[in-house]
C-alpha cells in the first residue's frame, strides 16, 4: 500500500485538520524558530548588568549607545558633528547615527511613553540586535520559499536559526552594532529585488508601455521596482559600503540581460525594472549624502553616482539589444560586443583616469580581494578584517555547517538554470551571484561570514528542493510508494542532519557571552567621570559649560575646543568606552581616528619623544592638552595569542608605524612537543621582550608606574640583586627554547653578579640579560611628568584567578608550561621571574608639571628620590624612584611626578585630579652607601615632602634638599678582604627547592650551588 493510500480523508476530521495544518504549518514553524532565536541570543542578558549599570559588548556598540541617546534627545535628528573623541579637532561619524540608532531610539521612546530614562534605553538598546538577529528569519523564509517553496523557505530558516556563526555572534544581546541591522536589510533588499525581477518576468514591461503611458500594465513591474529600490536605500542608509549590492545587481544584470537576449527573448522585461531599482536607490541616496566626495565608507556622491551608473548601464544594454533586433545581427555577437565593450570602457578609464579606476580597484579589492586585499599592516592588527586562509575554509563549515559546499552546488544549478529550463526565473541567478560574492567577501575579510549565512542557507534550499523535486519526477506512479518515501526522507536527512552540527557551537557561544573586557575598566572611567575635571575645567578654566556632553556641534574639519579642554590617550579599541562611560574625549578611537599618533606615543622610547607625540594631539593656540593616559595590561603584553586564545595587544602599535616592526620589541620564541618521531616545531609561542620593549610608553607606565628599573633593581620584584639571563636557539631564522638534554629549562638561568652574566651572552649571540616578564636588559630611567593616579581593582575583568600575574606579564608561556604536552625550556618555578605583581586591569596615569628638587650633595655621586605610594583598590603598595647624578660642586636637580601631601586640597571642583594613588610616606633622598679608610660605612641622605600644589604646577617654588651624612656603621678590613670577589652561581631559591627536592627546571647559571635570597617566585602556588 502506497503512503498516500493510507492518508486520511479529506472530509475526516482529521483530514480536515491536517489540510490545515499543511496550509499553515509554515506560520508555526517559523514562528517557533524566531523564539528560539530570540532566546538563543538573550538568555546571557544578566550578565550586562553590573551593579545595576547596563554594559555592551565589544566597542561599537558603546558610540551606538551615544547616537541612540542623542537621537532620543533629538529625534528624528542625529548628531551632525561629534566634540567628544578625536581629541583636539573633534569629527564626523557618517557611519553612525543611520537608521538603525533611529529604530532603537524611536523604539525607546515609544516604550517609555516620549521620556524614557537612561536605564530604559540602555536596556532597548541591549536587546535590540537579539530582536533584530531573531527576525532575521522571517525575510529568510520568504527567500528560500521564492527559490523552493513553502518546505525551501522553511530549510532556508531552519539553516539560519541553528548557525552559530558571525551572524549569531554579532547578534547576540550587548552586541548592538550595526552588523546584525546591515543583515536584516541586505536580506529585505534582496528580497524585494527578487520579487521585482519576478514580476518583470511576469509582466514583461517594454518601452512602448512608458510611452503610452499604459500605467496599469506598468504598475505591478514599476511598484515593485520602487519598493525594491527603496529597501536598497535603506539597506544602503544602514551601512554605506553597502554599496557593494549595488554592484551585485550590476554584474547581476550585465550577465542575465545577455542570457535573456540568447534565449529569443526581450531583456526590457529585466532591464526596466533593474532601472527604476538603481534610480529610486540613487534619489533617496542623495537625499541623505553627509558629505561631497566618493568615499565608500561613509555618506557621500559614490552611493548615488553607482546607483546612476547602473541606470545608464541597463539602458545601454536595453537600446543595444532593440538595435540588434532592427538590424538583424546575429545573437551571438550581442554578448560579445557587451562585454568587449566592457572591458574597453575599463582600459579607457585605466588610461585616462588611473587614480580613480586604483581608487575604484581597491575597494573592490578590499571586499572580493581574497589574497589580493589590499590591507595595510595596521588594518591586519583588526581581528575582524583579516583574510580567513583558503586552507582554514574548514572555519566556516564550523559555523554554517556544509551548507556553502551545498550552496555552491546550487550555483551550478542556477547556471544550468538558465540554459534548459523553459521559463526563466530570474530569481536563481541573483541569488547564486549574490553568495558567490560573498562567499568571496568571507575568504577576504572574515567579518563577512555574518552576511553568507542568509545566502548559503537560501541556495541550501534551493539545492534540497530540487533534489527532492527530482526524485518525485523519476517515480512511475503518482502514489508515492512507503520505499520511495523512505529514500527521498533519506536522501533529504543525509543533507540536511549534517548543516544543523553547528547548533551545538550556537548553543555554546551563546552561553558564553558577555561584556568582555569593559568590566576590566568600569572603575577606571568611572573615576575619570568623577574625580578628574570637568572638560573645559581643569586648572580651573571655568569652561565646562561650553562642552554638553549631548549637546549639537556645528561641523567642520577642527573643532577649536575652549580653554581647559583635555584629550585621554589611549590606544584606539577604547576610545568609545572613554567617552561614553568616562565621559572624557580620547585622542584615538575605534574609527582609528589619530591611531597613528597614539601609537607613537606608546611606543616611544623616552620621554620627549612621548611629549612630542602629545603635543601633535593637542591645541596650538589654547591650553586644551592631552593631560592623561590610560593603560591596560594588554597594551603592556607583547604575546598577542595563538590558537584560540587573545591576550596582549602590543603588537598593534608598531604595525601603525613605518619606522618600526614587532621585531624590534620582542622575538616569539615557538614552542616544541616531543612526538615519536621526536620534538617537532608548533605554532604556538611565548615572547621574549628585548630593551626597546621596557624603553616604550605603554610598559614603563603599565609595569613600573614611571619608576626606574633596571636588570636587578625591578619594581615589585626581589632578585636578591641577581641577573637573570634568557637563552634560546636559532633554527632557520625560527627561534627555538634552549633546552638541556633531558628537556627541561635551560631558557631561564640566574647569575650572582651583572658581569658573569655579561660575560655569558658575550659568548652566546642567542642569549640576553633580561627580556623575561617586566625585567628588562638595561637601566630604564624614571618618567618626570607623568604619575599613576588610579588603578583598578586587579580582581574585576582580568579573570585568571591566581593566574592573573602571569597572564598579565606572559600568557604564552604560562599557558604552555601549564602542559606537560609542550617545551619551553622554562620551568615552574622559574617561571616566577615573569610575573607582574601590579596586576589591575587598568592604570590611569595623569601628565603633570611635576615638582622642581634643587639639591646640594656630595660631587659626583648618584642620588636616588625614593618615594612608597599606596594603591588602595588594589591594597599594594609601590617605590617610585629616580636617579639624578650631582655636579662637581655637588648640585643636583629632579622633576618629580609624585606628592606627598596636600591632597586634601585639590580636586575636581577646583579643576585638578582627586588622586587615588597616594604616598603613605616621605620622599627618602639618599646616594649609594660608600665607606672611607678608617672603616666607616656611610651615605648621604634627606628626608622631605612634596606638595600636590608643587606637581600640578600651581606653586612654582622648588623643593630645596640639603644631603646630610650619615654613618651606617664600622666594619673590619679583614673580614672585608673578598668584598666585590663575587663568583657566577647558580641561584636555586630554598623557598623553591622546597617544593620538591628537584631542581632540574630551576633558573640555572655556572654553577649549580644555591645562593640565599627570596624573590617570592613560588608559580606552584598559583596553580601552575
Known amino acids: 500500500m502506497s503512503v498516500l493510500e493510507s492518508w486520511p480523508d479529506d472530509d475526516s476530521t482529521a483530514g480536515q485538520a491536517l489540510d490545515w495544518l499543511s496550509c499553515w504549518y509554515h506560520v508555526f514553524v517559523v514562528a517557533g524558530l524566531f523564539g528560539f532565536m530570540f532566546w538563543l541570543r538573550a538568555r546571557t542578558w544578566e550578565n550586562f548588568v553590573a551593579n545595576g549599570e547596563i554594559l555592551f559588548s565589544g566597542n561599537d556598540p558603546w558610540y551606538v549607545f551615544r547616537e541612540v541617546a542623542y537621537t532620543v534627545t533629538n529625534w528624528p535628528n542625529t548628531m551632525p558633528f561629534e566634540a567628544w573623541t578625536r581629541f583636539p579637532t573633534g569629527t564626523m561619524v557618517s557611519q553612525f547615527g543611520t537608521l538603525y540608532e533611529q529604530l532603537i531610539a524611536t523604539t525607546a521612546l515609544l516604550i517609555g511613553l516620549g521620556n524614557p530614562s537612561d536605564h530604559l534605553i540602555r536596556l532597548v538598546h541591549l536587546f535590540f540586535p537579539a530582536i533584530l538577529g531573531a527576525a532575521v528569519v522571517i525575510p529568510t523564509y520568504y527567500l528560500g520559499k521564492h527559490v523552493g517553496g513553502r518546505i525551501g523557505g522553511v530549510i532556508a530558516a531552519v539553516l539560519v536559526a541553528l548557525s552559530g556563526g558571525e551572524l549569531l555572534r554579532r547578534s547576540l544581546v550587548g552586541f548592538s552594532d550595526h552588523h546584525v541591522a546591515e543583515v536584516f536589510f541586505q536580506v529585505v533588499a534582496v528580497l524585494a529585488i527578487l520579487i521585482a525581477l519576478r514580476v518583470a518576468q511576469e509582466e514583461k514591461p517594454i518601452y512602448e508601455l512608458l510611452v503610452e503611458r499604459d500605467w496599469a500594465a506598468l504598475r505591478r513591474p514599476l511598484g515593485w521596482g520602487v519598493i525594491a529600490g527603496a529597501a536598497l536605500a535603506l539597506y544602503i542608509s544602514v551601512w554605506p ?6 554592484g551585485i545587481l550590476g554584474v547581476y544584470v550585465t550577465i542575465q540581460l545577455p542570457i535573456t537576449y540568447l534565449r529569443k527573448e526581450s531583456p526590457e522585461h529585466i532591464s526596466i ?10 534619489v533617496l541616496s542623495l537625499a541623505s549624502i553627509d558629505e561631497v566626495g566618493f568615499g565608500m565608507v561613509s555618506r557621500t556622491l559614490a552611493q548615488p553616482g553607482l546607483a546612476i551608473a547602473g541606470a545608464v ?3 545601454v544594454l536595453s537600446a543595444l539589444a532593440r538595435m540588434w533586433d532592427e538590424r538583424d545581427l546575429s545573437r ?20 585616462l583616469l588611473p587614480d580613480f579606476f586604483r581608487y575604484f580597484l581597491r575597494q573592490v579589492l578590499r571586499f572580493v580581494g581574497f589574497a589580493f586585499n589590499p590591507h595595510t599592516n595596521a588594518a591586519i592588527t583588526i581581528g575582524e578584517v583579516q583574510p580567513l586562509p583558503i586552507g582554514e575554509a574548514d572555519t566556516l563549515i564550523s559555523w554554517l555547517g556544509v551548507t556553502p559546499i551545498v550552496g555552491g552546488i546550487g550555483v551550478f544549478l542556477a547556471l544550468a538554470h538558465q540554459y534548459v529550463a523553459d521559463e526563466l526565473d530570474p530569481a536563481y541567478l541573483f541569488v547564486a551571484l549574490w553568495f558567490v560574492f560573498f562567499v568571496a567577501a568571507t575568504f577576504t575579510q572574515q567579518r563577512f561570514a555574518y552576511y553568507l549565512t542568509v545566502p548559503a542557507a537560501v ?26 518515501a523512505l529514500v527521498i526522507g533519506g536522501v533529504i536527512f543525509l543533507l540536511v542532519i549534517p548543516m544543523v552540527f553547528p547548533a551545538p557551537i550556537a548553543l555554546n557561544r551563546s552561553s558564553s557571552n558577555g561584556p568582555g573586557g569593559v568590566v576590566g575598566w568600569q572603575s577606571s ?12 575645567n581643569y586648572g580651573g578654566a571655568g569652561n565646562a559649560d561650553q562642552l554638553d556632553f549631548y549637546g549639537t556641534y556645528e561641523r567642520t574639519d577642527d573643532y577649536e575646543y575652549p580653554d581647559g579642554s583635555y584629550g585621554v590617550m589611549s590606544w584606539w579599541d577604547y576610545g568609545h568606552w572613554i567617552t561614553q562611560e568616562g565621559e572624557r574625549i580620547p585622542v584615538a578611537n575605534p574609527f582609528q581616528q589619530n591611531a597613528k599618533e597614539a601609537a607613537s606615543f606608546l611606543v616611544a622610547q623616552n620621554e620627549n619623544d612621548a611629549n612630542d607625540a602629545l603635543q601633535v594631539v593637542s591645541e596650538s593656540e589654547s591650553d586644551a592638552q592631552t593631560r592623561y593616559v590610560m593603560v591596560d595590561w594588554k597594551m603592556a603584553t607583547a604575546n598577542g595569542g595563538f590558537g584560540g586564545y587573545r591576550w596582549g595587544k602590543f603588537f598593534a602599535p608598531p604595525n601603525f608605524l613605518d ?3 614587532e621585531s624590534d620589541y620582542f622575538r616569539r620564541v615557538r614552542a616544541l612537543v616531543q612526538t615519536q618521531q621526536g620534538q617537532s616545531l608548533t605554532n604556538r609561542y611565548f615572547t621574549l621582550q628585548k630593551q626597546a620593549y621596557y624603553e616604550t610608553m605603554a610598559v614603563r607606565l603599565y609595569r613600573y608606574h614611571g619608576s626606574a628599573a633596571s636588570p636587578t633593581d625591578v619594581p615589585g620584584l626581589d632578585l636578591g640583586g641577581s641577573t637573570v639571563v634568557v637563552d634560546w636557539q636559532d633554527y632557520q631564522g625560527v627561534a627555538l627554547p634552549e633546552l638541556s638534554q633531558n628537556g627541561t629549562g635551560q631558557t631561564v638561568q640566574l647569575f650572582q653578579n651583572r658581569s658573569a652574566a655579561e660575560e655569558f651572552v658575550a659568548n652566546d649571540s642567542t642569549s640576553q640579560i633580561g627580556g623575561i616578564g617586566k625585567i628588562p636588559s638595561e637601566s630604564v630611567g624614571a ?9 583598578s581593582d586587579p580582581t574585576v575583568g582580568l579573570r585568571y584567578g591566581q593566574l592573573g600575574q602571569f597572564m598579565a606579564s606572559q600568557p604564552g608561556l604560562t599557558v604552555l608550561s601549564r602542559s606537560q604536552q609542550y617545551q619551553t625550556g622554562v620551568g615552574i618555578r622559574a617561571l616566577g621571574l615573569a610575573r607582574e605583581p601590579f596586576n589591575s586591569y587598568t592604570k590611569v596615569f595623569e601628565r603633570v608639571p611635576g615638582a622642581t628638587v634643587q639639591g646640594d650633595g656630595p660631587s659626583n655621586a648618584t642620588v636616588t628620590a625614593a618615594v612608597e605610594m599606596e594603591m588602595p583598590n588594589a591594597n599594594k603598595t609601590f617605590t617610585y624612584r629616580q636617579h639624578a647624578e650631582t655636579d662637581a660642586n655637588g648640585e643636583f636637580t629632579m622633576t618629580l611626578p609624585y606628592s606627598t601631601e596636600g591632597y586634601e586640597n585639590w580636586g575636581p571642583e577646583d579643576g585638578y585630579t582627586n588622586v587615588s594613588v597616594r604616598a603613605n610616606s616621605s620622599y627618602q633622598f639618599s646616594t649609594e652607601t660608600s665607606f672611607n679608610e678608617s672603616g666607616s660605612v656611610y651615605r648621604y641622605t634627606a628626608t622631605e615632602n612634596v606638595s600636590e600644589a608643587q606637581v600640578n604646577g600651581v606653586e612654582d617654588e622648588p623643593v630645596a634638599i640639603e644631603l646630610e651624612r650619615q654613618v651606617l656603621g664600622e666594619f673590619n678590613n679583614s673580614e672585608s678582604s673578598d668584598a666585590g670577589n663575587e663568583s657566577s652561581e647558580s641561584l636555586t631559591p630554598p623557598s623553591l627547592r622546597s617544593l620538591d627536592g628537584d631542581t632540574d627546571d630551576s633558573p640555572s647559571g655556572q654553577t649549580g650551588e644555591a645562593v640565599s635570597w627570596n624573590p617570592v617566585l613560588n608559580a606552584r602556588s598559583a596553580g601552575l
Open 783 to 791: 618618567l618626570q611628568h607623568y604619575r599613576l593616579v588610579q588603578v
Open 659 to 661: 619606522d618600526v616592526n
Open 241 to 246: 559600503p553597502g554599496v557593494l549590492l549595488v
Open 459 to 484: 541556495m541550501t534550499a534551493l539545492v534540497v528542493t530540487r533534489l527532492f523535486g527530482y526524485l518525485r519526477s523519476i517515480s512511475d506512479t503518482d502514489d508515492v510508494e512507503t520505499y520511495q
Open 313 to 315: 548601464w541597463v539602458g
Open 273 to 282: 525594472v533593474a532601472a527604476v531599482i538603481f534610480l529610486v536607490a540613487a
Open 332 to 351: 551571438w555577437l550581442y554578448p560579445v560586443v557587451v562585454f568587449g565593450s566592457l572591458v574597453a570602457a575599463v582600459l579607457l578609464v585605466t588610461l
Open 525 to 536: 572611567l568611572d573615576y575619570m567621570e568623577e574625580q578628574t575635571p570637568a572638560v573645559g
